[in-house]
């Protein structure tokens, strides 16, 4: 982590360095910054924060540019009759017609795979004649990205053109949230700012939530600036990830588009951060060091001295809070671009008007009224499987993960039930355990629910989105095509389909089962929920024909749906920030969760009991305590849970106390049973 020329360490305790690896260091000292900060922002080793930035093959002790073999057309070639070759092998035809467009830097392996794969064949036909031969180099920056065609920029309209205004104000560090309806063409303003930055010859680093969404966007940006990004995410090989690392760092990659793990990515000429969908769930990691992405890119933003974008059509309440400090700046964008109305939103009682199968009967017609007007519908459910629960008729057994505090699903289509929390499986069976009887599955889950929709519309064409149907590589992307070139009629799927895709076709959704974060234990279950409707609700009428979006609650009068009725997010951010300052939940206190898990129970709350005791005897009034308790799920995976949970109005309490306890846990006998660990802001307190 740095240099130094004397040590207080005894010469003899002093090792000798090993092995030197890179010539010149491979992070600047604003990337070292941005790893001693993590490391003492979240309370974590900073070896493992080295770990987390680092792409895995650097880790092993590999060269930032290993030694790769290239592929050329020989001279040969150039004098070829490639009209017989042609006729006679036409996969070697087309394979040296590539090397010959390549010229004399030729391909590497992984580039011949992309453009014919299982090349290798024809390749020893052309060594053998003389066409084609091999060197080997160091891959550099070389691999620098390819041009594409590029289309003019779109007109903007007179929100986005105010927008993009206020963007363009500093190329200094400030936060700009960009909150807009969906459908309000974020990404149009996010492509015009992005090509000032690129412009000054500056990087730009695009943060998304998934991989999923990548496809769509990285189409777009191609195609409108004229070059591909980098590709920084979890699907990628050890090769490829560090390729684009290589092209990220040495300043050759000027966009790099990546999930979470890619705001540590070294950039040296980093002009801007865009937080795409700021409010996902998924730019926190939840194990390991538990960083939030988004939170480290307001913090690198600032050291960078550059802005940073936050986009969201339901930014989360923290968000809102610093607009209304105004340490953030706040830009809206109120209105679907084009033209397209918002969605009419409605109410379905699924107690006062006949379900079946999970079905309501007033959302069976609006599905035949949108098919008959070739609309398409998507039905949303957040319950993968084929139904929540296993019961027996007769003695009214369910049937429960055997490691962990749940039931189990039940998966029809693979004949499991399934722990959707230890991933424990077993074999589904038609009687029960107990009693030897016949057991049913109660409830819907996806599978379940597109069983229904097959049953009653025979004839449309239905495909389940989740992630039980997109396990295999390219799955998700090949149905997502389908769906949104239209093929498909009856989309079903949970969470997956609310994120960020255009359907052009898409008029109606359906939200079956709304009702599941009504009554969460999470202070956060609210802001949550409306969140995922207000996403899975801005899929419709995304054109030229109007969305209507169906939601079925056994609760209509409840408060929530009604102010979502009458006010939409706008509305119910504002109550839920009122109701927090009041109660004292974040964003007003900034909290820590400190959980522990073991094979006793009495282990798993030892060592918290201890962190209790320290906090009481130094009390501070800053600080409230609150535990230690079992975990709301007190038993997963064989292990017994508990948390400690740690409240303070001032930031910097928290983490003096922080400092102090982990010290103490670390060098504490009873943390040897357990496994441990410090969550600063945690979004789940499960
Ligand atoms: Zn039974
Ligand atoms: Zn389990």
């Known amino acids: 982590m740095g240099y130094s020329n004397g040590s207080d360490v005894p010469l003899s305790k002093l090792k000798r360095c090993a092995e030197v690896l890179d010539d010149m260091p491979l992070l600047s000292e ?25 792409p895995s093959l650097l880790r092993q002790g590999r060269s930032l540019h290993p030694a790769v073999e290239k592929y050329v057309a020989s001279e040969l070639a150039n004098s070829f009759d490639f009209t017989a070759l042609a006729k006679r092998a036409p996969k070697q035809a087309k394979l040296l017609e590539a090397l010959l467009k390549a010229g004399g830097g030729g391909f590497d392996a992984n580039q011949l795979n992309e453009i ?18 091999s060197f080997e180099c160091h891959a550099d920056t070389f691999d620098e990205q390819l041009v594409c065609a590029t289309s003019p920029d779109l007109i903007l309209n007179e929100h986005q053109q105010d927008a993009l205004t206020a963007l363009r104000c500093s190329d200094q560090f400030g936060a700009y949230l960009l909150d807009g309806v ?11 700012r992005v090509q000032d930055v690129l412009k000054q010859g500056k990087q730009v680093l695009i943060l998304v939530p998934e991989i999923g969404l990548t496809p769509q966007l990285v189409a777009r940006l191609s195609e409108r600036l004229g070059l591909c990004p980098a590709l920084l995410h979890s699907g990628l090989s050890d090769s490829a990830r560090l390729a684009a690392w290589r092209t990220a760092q040495s300043g050759a990659a000027h966009l790099v588009v990546g999930t ?14 865009i937080v795409d969908e700021e409010h996902d769930q998924s730019f926190k990691q939840q194990e390991g060091l ?17 802005p940073v974008i936050l986009g969201s059509a339901t930014p989360t309440l923290e968000m809102l809070q610093h607009c209304r400090n105004s340490t953030y700046k706040h830009i809206l964008l109120p209105a679907r671009a084009g033209g397209a109305s918002p969605p009419t939103l409605r109410l379905i009682d699924t107690v006062r ?5 999970g079905i309501s009967e007033p959302l069976a017609e609006a599905i035949r009224r949108t098919l008959d007007t070739e609309g398409q519908v998507l039905i949303f459910l ?31 289509r693979s004949r499991q039930l399934r722990c959707h929390h230890c991933g424990a499986c077993r074999t589904l069976k038609e009687q029960c355990d107990e009693c030897g009887e016949v057991v049913r599955p109660l409830g819907e889950g996806t599978e379940r629910l597109e069983d229904t929709l097959k049953h009653r519309f025979p004839n449309a064409a239905i495909k389940r989105i989740d992630s039980d149907s997109t396990q295999h590589k390219g799955a998700m992307d090949a149905a997502l095509q389908s769906a949104t070139s239209g093929e498909v009629d009856i989309l079903v799927g949970t969470q997956m389909l609310s994120k960020g895709h255009h359907f052009p076709a898409l008029t109606l959704v359906g939200v079956v089962n709304a009702d599941q974060g009504l009554f969460g234990t999470d202070f956060r279950s609210g802001e949550r929920m409306a969140q995922s409707i207000i996403q899975v609700a801005g899929r419709a009428g995304r054109e030229d024909r109007p969305g209507e979006v169906l939601i079925q609650t056994a609760f209509p009068e409840n408060k929530f749906w009604r102010t979502l009725m009458t006010g939409g997010y706008r509305q119910l951010s504002d109550n839920a920030l009122a109701e927090r300052e009041i109660t004292r939940w974040p964003p007003f206190t900034r909290l820590a969760l400190i959980r522990s898990a073991a094979h006793q129970h009495s282990d798993a709350h030892r060592l918290l009991g201890i962190a209790k005791r320290y906090l009481d005897d130094n009390a501070d009034n800053a600080l409230r305590v609150l535990g230690p308790v079992d975990a709301p799920m007190a038993r997963k995976a064989g292990r017994y849970r508990a948390q400690l949970l740690l409240q303070s109005s001032d930031r910097s309490t928290l983490h003096r106390v922080l400092k102090e306890l982990r010290l103490i846990m670390e060098s504490d006998p009873a943390a040897r049973k357990v496994r441990w660990s410090i969550d600063v802001d945690p979004v789940e307190l499960f």
């Open 290 to 306: 538990r960083y939030s992405a988004r939170d480290l890119a307001i913090a690198r933003a600032k050291h960078w001295d550059i």
């Open 353 to 357: 008007t006949p379900v079946t199968d």
């Open 382 to 412: 957040n319950r993968r499987g084929f139904a929540p629960t296993l019961i027996c008729s007769t003695c009214g057994h369910i049937a429960g993960c055997e490691r962990c505090d749940s039931r189990l699903t039940v998966h029809s």
């Open 30 to 54: 604003k990337d070292l910054w941005l790893i001693r900060f993590t490391s003492d922002y979240y309370h974590h080793p900073i070896g493992e924060v080295v770990a987390a930035a680092l």
């Open 182 to 192: 969906t459908g309000s063409g974020k990404t149009e303003v996010y492509l015009q």
């Open 116 to 133: 014919l794969p299982k090349w290798r064949s024809a390749g020893k036909g052309l060594m053998a004649k003389g066409l084609m031969s």
């Open 260 to 273: 979470r793990s890619a705001i540590f990515t070294p950039m040296n000429k980093l002009g801007l951060i």
